[in-house]
Structures are given as C-alpha cells and as structure tokens.
C-alpha cells in the first residue's frame, strides 16, 4: 500500500463504492475529523505522472488512491489529464440525497491539446455542496467544512481488452455474486 504502512488485519482488501470514497473519507478529510485507519495519502497529483504514483499513493491491485488539492492545473511532466464530460452525481444509498460528484479524465501524453490519449483514467470525487438550508445553524454546524479544497482521486489504467463493451465498473461484491455458480437447473418452480 505504497508508504502508507498501517497494521490491517490479514485479506484486508481496499475496495471503497463511490458513496464510501465520499461520504466516509473525503467528507471526514475536508470537515478535519479524523478516521482509522489513515491509509489515503496527501499527494499533490500534478508533478506526477500515472505510472510514477506506485510508492506514493494507496495502491489496492491495478488501482491508486490518494487526497488531493482541487485544483484547474492537471498537467504533469510527460503530460496532462483531459476531461472525459461533465459531473456524474452520486447519491446516499436508497435516498435521493446527493452527496458528491465524480468526474472521468483520461491522461494525455505531450502537448496540452496536441497529446496522445493513453489508457490511463482518473476518477476525481468532489463533496457536494448544492443548495441547502441556508439556516444560521446549519451554516454554523458546517463552518468548518471547505467543500472546494479536497477531492479524492481513482487513478487506473483501463485495460480495453478486458472490456465487455458495457462501459461498467463491478464493485467487489458483483464481482463475488458474478463468480458464484449458479444452479438454477436444480430448483423445482410450483405449477
């Protein structure tokens, strides 16, 4: 897990939905509330190049995690990260409670606007800070939340030949329910 050494238990795997990388980290990074265990580095992105991030972010398999300035500049070294559209929302579970955004870059090498698109994509998590109560105590309660500061960043390289052509990610769990056998043969259905 890059320098992030912590004492995890034994088949600890770090596998956060977009809810959990905004609600439980970036909301608890941004509000200055501390968690445990502290695995996501501060690392300010934009001097590194994707591949140079192994050692420096929280790396969990083929994918990098780390805390980050917001910032407009996302050009590094070699290159510069491109954005791929616009915010993608994301909701509390079973609510419609929006709680962040997410938003898709891919790094490009060379030249801002003259780069060669490679297979590397950042998935960049913003809090969401939309309109609210506006009530004295609820904007007291949330003084000292800075929503533009911190984002949490995905980094990854996206391997096209694996892909199935449906544009998805599986989060762990579909990975666990898509792998059990099924065997549905065996079940008798009532006439």
Request: no cysteine; net charge positive; charged share 25%.
């Given at each position: 897990m890059g320098d992030n050494n912590v004492n995890l238990p034994p088949g600890f795997r770090f596998c956060p939905t977009d809810e959990e990388l905004v609600v439980h980290f970036l909301q608890r990074k941004a509000s200055l509330l501390p968690y445990h265990p502290d695995i996501i580095p501060d690392l300010d992105l934009y001097p590194y190049d994707p591949w140079d991030?192994?050692?420096?972010?929280?790396?969990?398999?083929?994918?990098?995690?780390?805390?980050?300035?917001?910032?407009?500049?996302?050009?590094?070294?070699?290159?510069?990260?491109?954005?791929?559209?616009?915010?993608?929302?994301i909701f509390a579970t079973n609510t419609t409670k929006r709680v962040g955004t997410k938003k898709y870059y891919a790094f490009y090498i060379g030249e801002l606007s003259q780069g060669v698109?490679?297979?590397?994509?950042?998935?960049?998590?913003?809090?969401?800070?939309g309109t609210g109560s506006s009530s004295k105590s609820s904007k007291r309660r949330n003084s000292k939340i800075d929503h533009s500061k911190w984002v949490v960043c995905r980094v990854y390289e996206h391997n096209y030949d694996d892909d199935d052509g449906s544009g998805t990610e599986l989060s762990c769990l579909d990975e666990v329910f898509l792998s059990l056998d099924d065997d549905f043969d065996e079940i008798s259905l009532p006439n």
């Open positions: 991030l192994d050692g420096k972010a929280m790396a969990e398999g083929n994918k990098w995690y780390f805390y980050s300035r917001r910032t407009q500049n996302r050009i590094t070294s070699n290159g510069y990260w491109n954005s791929l559209g616009g915010d993608e929302p698109k490679t297979n590397w994509i950042m998935q960049e998590y913003r809090l969401w800070h």
